[in-house]
């Protein structure tokens, strides 16, 4: 940030200012790596995040493998405890870590499957009210007057709803899937986005070096997006993976409910709503997912604190 | 205050416009035909052109909003389509539930967030604050439903025929009852606006039990809602602990604080009568802010814990695709919150002389 504000715009800083953004890069992430909580959640989230990728791999079958059609497994049991063969279970026993449920699934494949649909509709909804955010919050706080009076109001109306009914209202709304139900987490979450955006741009814009660009006649779209947008980056970054984890929760929430579609797709949230009645005879099947979800939540939670005390100038004490 | 006041509401009514509008869009974006949607695949033809009428669904849109508006004027939210009854006869049965459920949590979650935070703060760094901080990060973290689950299978399993074994479902034990306030009273020819407020707090079973005396039924409502108050209450809590510790550190390192020492006072007096009472202030915003999400949790809390609430009935309302229930009750809880955060705005505005210019 501190770069943005101190570089003059005129001709010639280019040349000057070349080797700064390295070592600002450089600096930056030895900041991040200061932090514990980044690191922590940076440890979380590259197991996790792997494990999604790898799960082709690491999975010892496909998340929909009715495990009795496996060769050599046909006596497989509904539901069955978890089974390790290095830990002294019985190698009579089929091997199932996190145990099998009721459709005689391994629900540690699922598990590891389930990853890759919880971070991708994390990553894709945030992504998606990261941009509509900034959009919106750019032309408010650029603009002003009614336009601003007017967005902002729209944004408030969002902000009226606790995200979770809202998005439920507007899947049941449009159709119950998981793409609607990654719509809908995105449309609840521009707001906050929206306004970091907004208060940024409406902070930076008087700034004698945005006055000097606009004399030096760069168009308005050019001052927004080369002199005021990288103001609103960190809080952005710091906001978006603090938002992950919440998206996550939330596309878990509404699974578990049931809205998103099909129960039988390999998702961490209707894993457990499916399975909710059989938590007295084996919790194993919602305790995977469910800690699958919390250590995920708490990876881009713990990260997102640790961007913000390392990337917040404001908060070094 | 007053000019505080009064331009904070100028700024809430467009909202709830807004919200009464966004509501009403939602239920008019629904795909297919919405007499079908709302009477089944098997509605005849002339069964669907009554209704399309009836409902004024053949009028221009601006009108049918102008029609929707009167409607909620005049306190009409539909009737239920499952349970063919007026939305505020199910208002009142259910959102009793839902209000003693959110008041719990947020009880739980002040009592034992502000203590931990305080604590937490005043031993920096010991493992009290260490240990808050790591309970606190995987409190946030995880999902109520997985937290609802969790307790459940430990108090009512694990710790089954223990003293500590606790419900995990329903609100009361069968043969329990709360007799209505009405019926103790004997004031059942009472009808209209008074009655439903009578019925309605007859649904907070704790406080009418209290109130009447019926104190085995209060206690066992007490003892089925501890385990999804806590399920609930538990983010909150969290994050009321974070802050909590944050601002007594930022009001510990205020130079009035360092004046208050100077002047020789103990340690205990400084803490609870300087820096206590300021370091609050930002508490009281996020306990404003919790209520959103206490709401949300309450759906899965109740569908967790069988609680016929107000979430329960929305999620049965997603599965029987009772469009008017999820349209009624999205409205009331969007304006219950809208209500309450201007209740917190305009309180912080009491606390804070700051905030009123």
Redesign the interface.
């Given at each position: 940030m501190a770069a943005t504000t101190v570089s003059p715009p005129p001709l010639g800083a280019e040349t000057l200012s070349r080797g700064r953004p390295a070592s600002l890069w450089r600096d930056t992430i030895r900041n991040v790596l200061r932090q514990r909580?980044a690191v922590v959640g940076l440890f979380l989230l590259t197991i996790l995040v792997g494990a999604a990728i790898f799960a082709p791999i690491l999975a010892p079958y496909a998340p929909d493998q009715d495990l009795r059609r496996v060769p050599g497994l046909e006596n497989v049991e509904k539901r069955a405890d978890p089974c390790i063969h290095a830990l002294g279970c019985p190698a009579a026993t089929p091997q199932a870590i996190f145990g099998t449920d009721g459709n005689f699934r391994d629900v540690f494949s699922r598990v590891l499957y389930g990853g890759r649909v919880s971070i991708a509709i994390g990553l894709a909804a945030i992504g998606i009210a990261i941009v509509l955010g900034t959009i919106i919050g750019a032309i408010a706080g650029y603009a002003g007057g009614w336009v601003d009076n007017i967005l902002m109001?729209?944004m408030?109306?969002i902000l009226?709803?606790?995200?979770?009914?809202?998005a439920?209202?507007?899947v049941?709304?449009?159709?119950q899937s998981l793409t609607n139900a990654l719509i809908a987490i995105g449309t609840v979450s521009i707001p906050i986005y929206a306004r970091i955006v907004r208060s940024s741009v409406l902070s930076a814009k008087e700034n004698d070096y945005v006055t000097a660009s606009r004399a030096l006649g760069e168009s308005p779209v050019g001052i927004l997006v080369r002199r005021i947008m990288p103001n609103s980056l960190t809080p952005l970054i710091v906001q978006g993976t603090l938002g992950i984890?919440g998206a996550v929760?939330e596309i878990?929430?509404l699974a578990?409910?049931?809205?998103t579609g099909s129960p039988d797709q390999a998702e961490w949230?209707s894993m457990?709503?499916f399975e909710?009645n059989q938590?007295?005879t084996a919790?194993h099947i919602?305790?995977a997912p469910?800690i699958a979800?919390?250590?995920t939540?708490?990876g881009f939670?713990?990260l997102g604190d640790g961007l913000r005390d390392a990337l917040d100038p404001r908060l070094n004490? | 205050m007053t000019r505080f006041i009064a331009r904070r509401l100028i700024v809430t009514i467009p909202v709830l416009f807004g919200i009464v509008f966004f509501v009403f869009v939602l239920a008019r974006v629904i795909p297919g035909d919405p007499c079908r949607a709302v009477l089944g695949e098997r509605a005849t033809d002339a069964i669907c052109n009554d209704f399309i009428h009836r409902y004024g669904l053949d009028q221009p849109i601006p009108v049918q909003f102008g029609l929707y508006l009167g409607q909620l004027a005049s306190g009409d939210l539909g009737n239920s389509i499952k349970h063919s009854e007026p939305i505020t006869d199910l208002l009142i049965q259910r959102l009793p539930t839902t209000v003693e459920l959110t008041i719990m949590a947020l009880i739980f979650a002040i009592a034992v967030g502000v203590p931990l935070g305080l604590i937490s703060a005043v031993r920096r760094n010991s493992p009290v604050d260490v240990g808050t901080m790591v309970f606190a990060n995987i409190g946030v973290s995880m999902p109520v439903f997985v937290l609802g689950l969790v307790l459940a299978y430990v108090f009512a399993i694990i710790f089954k025929d223990t003293p500590l074994s606790l419900p995990p479902s329903g609100r009361l034990s069968s043969g329990i009852v709360v007799k209505p306030l009405v019926e103790v009273w004997g004031w059942q020819s009472l009808q209209g606006p008074p009655r439903a407020f009578l019925d309605f707090v007859s649904g907070l079973y704790i406080p009418t039990g209290i109130i009447t005396g019926q104190w085995t039924a209060a206690f066992d409502a007490f003892r089925h809602l501890l385990l999804p108050a806590i399920a609930l209450g538990t983010i909150p809590l969290a994050i009321i602990a974070r802050i909590t510790r944050s601002s007594l550190l930022e009001v510990l390192g205020l130079d009035y604080i360092r004046t208050a020492r100077a002047k020789g006072l103990r340690e205990r007096s400084v803490i609870i009568r300087h820096a206590t009472r300021n370091a609050l202030l930002p508490v009281v915003t996020i306990i404003g802010l919790q209520l959103g999400g206490l709401l949300s949790g309450a759906v899965l809390t109740e569908t967790v814990f069988n609680l016929a609430g107000v979430g329960r009935t929305m999620f049965e309302a997603i599965t029987g695709r009772d469009y008017v229930v999820i349209q009624g009750f999205t409205l009331i809880i969007a304006v219950t919150y809208l209500v309450v955060n201007f209740l917190v705005d305009v309180s912080y505005g009491f606390l804070d002389p700051r905030i009123r210019t």
């Open positions: 909580s109001r729209l408030d109306v009226a709803f606790p995200s979770l009914l809202l439920i209202a507007i049941t709304a449009v159709g984890g929760l878990a929430a578990f409910v049931g809205v949230g457990i709503g909710r938590l007295f919790p919602i305790l469910g979800i919390t250590l939540v708490l939670n713990l004490r | -």
